[in-house]
Each structure stands twice: as structure tokens, then as C-alpha cells.
């Protein structure tokens, strides 16, 4: 009886309907950033609309290879998801021969949750007070100017290195285990530039820690809407973006998948949600999982070839 007892319990716990459990949502990057703090805005959306917590944990390390790892290797039940950046599903392959997992053969990609846009930003006493006068002065000393990423290979390192392409310049690229501590250079003067995500660089914008010289959108941001675009600066080519996605382990089964990608593009419709995704500097982007596939194959081959063509190498 005991043993008929256990199976009929274990019969009802497969077919209860999923969610029936927290969802663990991984960050790769440390709490308090600004993929952090989106992903929290973004999760307790799409808490609301699954009627399940949808629980941030943050898995830091080796530029976000270690929360990859975790999530590749979970179960592939919908339990645990990565929130998956670009620069740690698209370019990191590039940089790192030995990692454990491929982003395109050990996740199965769900749903594009935001883009997010860059800025130039510059200390508060640094005579760099626009782009142009940026431009200006690199070419006229090539090499002189220093630029802090967040790492080798890093999104604020490739934009940098894409800006320097299309513009013609030449400069000295200082890398840091992180945004925080690049940022506390720049704002000191210890370093001339940053090519910032948006989400990173807002709140010291608005304090004026940093100054922004541009984005680069094609349209003035709601986190940043006096700050001047590439396009109207003349550089059109300049409109550069990074994605966040939501991704869950190889073999994720095809109705959990459609009902995260219908709960995510529910939570980005919500007003108030888009709202403090835009205050936060993300630009919610609702899409299917073919898309997401397809973008996260695209600019694979796009950085990857970037990134060989710079000799970029991990730290």
C-alpha cells in the first residue's frame, strides 16, 4: 500500500502544472550592477504573471562563466534559468578556450528581455566635454587617451574597440575585474574614458560623478534624455547595443519554453515594469525563441570576428 501511496504522490507531482516551485533566475554578474538590478525588476514581473516567486541569484565570476556553468549543468526542468548577457553568451567563447559549456549547443534560448545601449562617459574635471572634442583629441594624439573596461573582451572593451574602428583613433585600453572599480577611476581622473552600459553609468550621471558625452542610440534615452546621440553627432554607424536574454539548460522541454517566453513577454507589456527598466537605462524587447536563437548566432560570428581581428585575450 505504502509503496502504491508513493507512486500516486509521484504520478500528481508530475503532472502538476509548471510553475509549482520558485524558479531560480542566475546572475552572472555581481548584485547591485546594472544587469542586477534589471534582472530584479524584471523578475518580480514575471513573478506576478507565472503566480511563482521568481528568486535572483547571483553566480559571479570569470566574467560570467560560472553562473553559465551552473545553469548549463541544472536540471532541464525550468526550475533554474540564466539571465544571459551578450558578452558572456556571444563573445566569451572567443576568449576563453577552456570553457566547460557552448551557449548554442548547452542552453535553450527562451525569450530577449532587453537591449541595453552604451555611453561615453567622462570624470567630472576631465576636459573631455563631448564626443566630438573626444574625437578630436585622440587623432590629434594618438595613443595618448585611456579608456577602462570591465575586462578583456568585456562589452565596454569590444564597443570601445568598434568606436576606435569607425572613428579612426587610436587608444590605451586600461582593463579592471569589473565596472565598479573602472568606474571609480573614471570619476577620479586615473582614467580618461569609459564605454559604459547604460544601466552601470546612470545613477552617476545623475549625481554627476561622470559626465556623459554620448549613447549610442539612435534615439534620446529615458534614462538619459539630454544626452546627445551618435546619430544626430554624425556617427550613425555608432548605434550599438547589448542584449540580455533569458535562457534555460539544453532540452528544456517545448511547452515550459513556450510558457516562459508568453510569461516574459507579458511582464516586459506591463507599464509599469517598462517604466523601471527604461529609468534603469534597459529597452524591454519582447521576441520568441527563434529570435533569440538567431541573435545570439549572429553576433557570435560578428564579435567572434571582432575579437580576432584585435587579438582580444582574456585577462
Do not use: C
Not at 502538476?16 to 516551485?21: E, N
Not at 519554453?257 to 516574459?264: G, H, I, Y
Amino acid at each position: 500500500m505504502g509503496i502504491a501511496i508513493g507512486a500516486l504522490h509521484m504520478f500528481a507531482s508530475a503532472q502538476d502544472p509548471y510553475p509549482s516551485k520558485p524558479i531560480r533566475l542566475v546572475v552572472a554578474y555581481a548584485a547591485g550592477g546594472g544587469t542586477d538590478v534589471a534582472a530584479r525588476i524584471f523578475a518580480e514581473s514575471l513573478s506576478r504573471v507565472l503566480g511563482s516567486p521568481v528568486i535572483v541569484e547571483n553566480k559571479v565570476g570569470a566574467s560570467g562563466n560560472i553562473g553559465g556553468d551552473f545553469v548549463a549543468k541544472a536540471p532541464a526542468d525550468g526550475y533554474t534559468l540564466l539571465f544571459g548577457a551578450m558578452a558572456n553568451l556571444a563573445i566569451n567563447p572567443y576568449l576563453y578556450k577552456d570553457m566547460s559549456y557552448s551557449p548554442e549547443r548547452d542552453f535553450t534560448p527562451i525569450a530577449q528581455v532587453f537591449d541595453t545601449n552604451h555611453v561615453v562617459v567622462a570624470g567630472p574635471s576631465s576636459k573631455l566635454t563631448s564626443f566630438k572634442q573626444m574625437v578630436t583629441e585622440a587623432k590629434a594624439n594618438p595613443g595618448k587617451l585611456t579608456y577602462a573596461s570591465a575586462g578583456a573582451g568585456s562589452s565596454t572593451h569590444i564597443v570601445a574597440e568598434l568606436v576606435a574602428q569607425a572613428t579612426g583613433i587610436k587608444m590605451v585600453h586600461v582593463p579592471y575585474r569589473g565596472n565598479g572599480p573602472a568606474l571609480v577611476d573614471v570619476m577620479s581622473g586615473q582614467v580618461d574614458l569609459m564605454f559604459d552600459q547604460v544601466p552601470n553609468s546612470t545613477p552617476f550621471v545623475a549625481s554627476k560623478k561622470i559626465n556623459a558625452l554620448a549613447v549610442t542610440s539612435a534615439k534620446h534615452l529615458p534614462a538619459m534624455p539630454e544626452v546627445p546621440t551618435v546619430t544626430e553627432l554624425g556617427y550613425p554607424q555608432l548605434e550599438i547595443s547589448s542584449w540580455t536574454g533569458l535562457f534555460g539548460p539544453a532540452r528544456l522541454p517545448a511547452t515550459v519554453v513556450s510558457k516562459l517566453n508568453d510569461a516574459t513577454n507579458r511582464a516586459l507589456a506591463d507599464p509599469e515594469t517598462r517604466a523601471k527598466l527604461e529609468k534603469a537605462g534597459a529597452i524591454p524587447t519582447q521576441s520568441t525563441p527563434q529570435a533569440m536563437a538567431k541573435l545570439l548566432q549572429n553576433d557570435s560570428k560578428r564579435f567572434g570576428a571582432l575579437v580576432q581581428k584585435a587579438g582580444i585575450k582574456a585577462d
